[in-house]
């Protein structure tokens, strides 16, 4: 497995495997990796592309400094992981090798999807990371990028980015990867209690209800069923829970609204955010 720090050795291996015939796969993260990770890294591999990984904790992203602050970082345990997996290249650079100082960024306009639902909770977070997919798409030059379910608003964004920027990449949306509860797996469920993580497969279970209450309930009062049983659960503080169409993010009045209807849910549990989502 190559390890690089340096995006001009990325670009420069990237371009030899082209020239040797073979498709190149794609799986940007923030590192602390657990099996959804993984799971994408399985599924570029296995689609047969000379597949690059990349850990990078993106300051852009982070309008909380206290998160980007605690967010985990376990590179060793990381790369192992990905030895384990077969993973052909790693790319784990510095900010300054993503942006070096020559780096002009071009304005990315994402419109409706930068504001509503995580992108009114999180100021500037989606630009954020339109900069840097974009950067890295620059550096890696991929032909295929693997992306999960589990932040259902950035694969919006991401598609949105890939139209405006013109790159021949094609997308792939991996499902959301769950702990045995239910809870949808992410770096930030070890700052939960032990206790409280056991617990916090009820956002998953509400989740199911909503999807099953749809059917047959009026929209506004499966929500609200969903809230509810949610906020059963002493503790757990509800930031959003609303029903979009799954390509817009445009909240729906009824379900028949949209093609693809998609349920979002942020629940501040321990003072950890939990983000989880099902398509309807
Ligand atoms: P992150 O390191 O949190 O930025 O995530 C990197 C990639 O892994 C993103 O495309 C995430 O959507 C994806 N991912 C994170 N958690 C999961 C999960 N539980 N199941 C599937 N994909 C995930």
Known sequence: MKIFRSAEFVTQDSDLQKDKGKTIGFVPTMGALHSGHIALAEKSISDGHYTFFSIFVNPKQFNDPKDLELYPR????????????????????????????????????????????????????????????KRLFEIVRPDHAYFGQKDYQQTAVIQKL??????????????????????????????????GRKKAGFVYQALLQLKEDVKTLPLTVAIQT???????????????????????????????????????????????????????
Request: hydrophobic residues 40%.
């Open 162 to 195: 890939i139209e405006l920027c013109k790159f021949n990449v094609n997308m792939h949306i991996c499902p959301i990867i769950r702990e045995p509860n239910g809870l949808a797996m992410s770096s930030r469920n070890e700052r939960l209690s032990p206790a």
């Open 226 to 280: 969903a809230k509810n049983e949610i906020m059963r659960h002493e503790g757990a503080v509800i930031e959003y829970l609303e029903v979009v169409d799954g390509i817009h993010l445009s909240p729906l009045k009824y379900i028949e609204e949209s093609r693809k209807p998609v349920a979002l849910v942020v629940v501040r549990y321990e003072e950890v955010r939990l983000l989880d989502n099902i398509l309807l």
């Open 74 to 133: 376990t590179i060793e345990k990381d790369l192992d992981m990905l030895y384990k997996c077969g993973m052909d290249a790693v790319y784990c650079p510095s900010p300054e090798d993503v942006f070096q100082s020559d780096y002009v960024d071009a304005q990315i306009q994402l419109g409706n999807l930068e504001h509503v639902l995580e992108g009114a909770m999180r100021p500037g977070h989606f630009i954020g990371v339109a900069r840097v997919v």
